[in-house]
């Protein structure tokens, strides 16, 4: 059930329990989809003005539709204070030991994640708004002794297995929603309120990245080459008032004092055309604008000097087009590109010398995979690079999409590596290593 709804691998404590009540919930939505479909269907045919002619007033007598209508009252119910109660119940009240717990601090805004470890004191130190600036965007205080030891980071939550998590959610701006999809952990971040979720993972990412691993047909990749013209450069005519946005400039322009006025490469919008008028240009070679940039090249392209022009499986952005029309090469044969930049190979894959293409773990580009599909190689396995993330489920602003993290679970010795080195580049940083032995149980109204 849980692949027929598409739910991403369990990766804390709580999960299957989040799950077994959305299978619940889906099997009542069915089987009421299900029973209401039947009997609409049934209510057109069995009162069907063919077979009942005259209206009847008395009605249906049975009492069959209260039952059901009890029924699923007491389901919702058994759902309700069965399920859901507990398990609401257990996220917000029976929280662990802070002393037991990895405890953080995300402070979220347009569009970022800001991450704050209160060090091996457990304490959070001193934060302040004047402070808050690009390179300190929590206002960090470093004169605070408690803030000497303190690890921020932008958009990486790091976190150790088999402990339980105390995360203390706030945002500098709008409403935010932190998703940790694998953790099955979902709250809005409200400004001006700090509020505490918890959850443990039970897997590391490499654990869920082996569940999330899939096969993927190179062939179907490598196997819709085709042959691309690339269009001609010709001189237009460039009218007062005109948008010739799909056209691109192939040359560069300059005014009557030889000074830069439109760079080759540069779309023809109206803005660009005022410029050209009020430098008196009434005429400019330019090309027509073409989405070659989803495609790749499939061969080494060179100019007549042996000078590369574009590689194998590079993407043909527009500066790549440009040259290969003024290098005057007429056509490419290209592929679309396979969106594999997200993925890393789950296993190595050699050429037919026996030297590896790609080492497990490695991240795919479009020139491994072209290369692999020159090796003959059909199939591959594959999994996400990053599949454990922070999602933002908020639509917050038109560059939500960026609002994007990366957690990190790990085992206790990869989880005190990292720490470690978080604190090396603290004191690199801020030349201090001084940290408040008096470890005392942090609470919210520690965190300043």
């Known amino acids: 059930m849980e692949q027929f709804l598409g ?3 369990v990766g804390s404590e709580h999960g299957p329990a989040v799950d077994e009540l959305i299978i619940l919930i889906h099997w009542l939505m069915f089987v009421l989809f299900i029973g209401w479909g039947v009997f609409y269907l049934y209510t057109l045919l069995r009162f069907r003005k063919a077979r009942n002619p005259q209206a009847s007033y008395t009605g249906v007598r049975s009492h069959f539709s209260n039952y059901v209508e009890v ?12 399920f859901s109660i507990p398990i609401w119940s257990k ?4 929280f662990p030991n802070k002393q037991e717990a990895t405890v953080v601090r995300i402070v979220a805004e347009q569009f970022a994640w800001n991450i704050h470890y209160p060090g091996r004191d457990g304490i959070f130190g001193k934060t302040d708004i004047a402070l808050v600036n690009s390179e300190n965007p929590l206002g960090l205080d470093r004169t605070d002794p408690d803030a000497k030891d303190d690890i921020t980071t932008i958009n990486q939550l790091n976190l150790p297995v088999n402990k339980p998590v105390i995360v203390y959610l706030s945002s500098k701006d709008v409403i935010h929603s932190f998703n940790l999809t694998e953790m099955r952990v979902k709250q809005d971040v409200i400004p001006g309120i700090s509020i505490p979720v918890w959850f443990k993972p039970v897997k590391t990412t490499d654990e869920i990245r082996i569940e999330r691993q899939k096969g993927f047909s190179l062939t179907r990749a490598t196997s819709q080459t085709k042959t691309i ?11 007062k008032g005109a948008d010739l946005k799909s ?3 192939m040359q560069d322009c300059t005014d009557k004092d030889g000074n830069i006025i439109l760079q080759k490469g540069e779309r023809l919008t109206s803005e660009n055309v005022i410029i050209l008028n009020d430098a008196s240009i009434t005429e400019i070679n330019a090309r027509p604008f073409e989405h070659f940039d989803t495609f790749v090249a499939t061969q080494d392209y060179l100019d007549q000097s042996g000078n590369p022009l574009v590689s194998m499986g590079a993407a043909l952005l527009d500066d790549v087009v440009n040259k290969l029309i ?18 890393v190979s789950m296993e190595t894959y050699n050429n037919s010398e026996g030297s590896p293409i ?5 991240p795919l580009s479009e020139e491994v995979i072209t290369a692999l599909g020159d090796a003959g190689v059909k199939q591959m396995l594959i999994a996400p690079a990053t599949p454990t993330e922070i999602a933002c489920a908020q639509l917050c602003g038109l560059g939500h999409y960026r609002m994007r993290g990366y957690m990190t679970i790990q085992n206790a010795d990869e989880f005190e590596k990292w720490y470690q080195e978080q604190e090396a580049a603290i004191l690199e940083q801020y030349g201090s290593t001084e940290v408040n032995q008096n470890t005392t149980e942090t609470t919210p109204q520690e965190i300043k």
Do not use: H, N, Q
């Open 326 to 343: 003024d290098a005057g090469i007429k056509e490419v044969k290209a592929r679309p590109i396979s969106g594999l930049d997200l993925y």
């Open 229 to 239: 013209i690339l269009p001609e450069t010709k001189k237009i005519f460039v009218p």
């Open 71 to 82: 029924a699923v009252l007491i389901a919702e119910i058994i759902l309700l204070v069965g």
């Open 91 to 94: 996220r917000v009240e029976a």
């Open 358 to 362: 790609i080492s497990k773990g490695e």
């Open 7 to 9: 739910l991403p691998p």
């Open 247 to 249: 056209y691109i400039v």
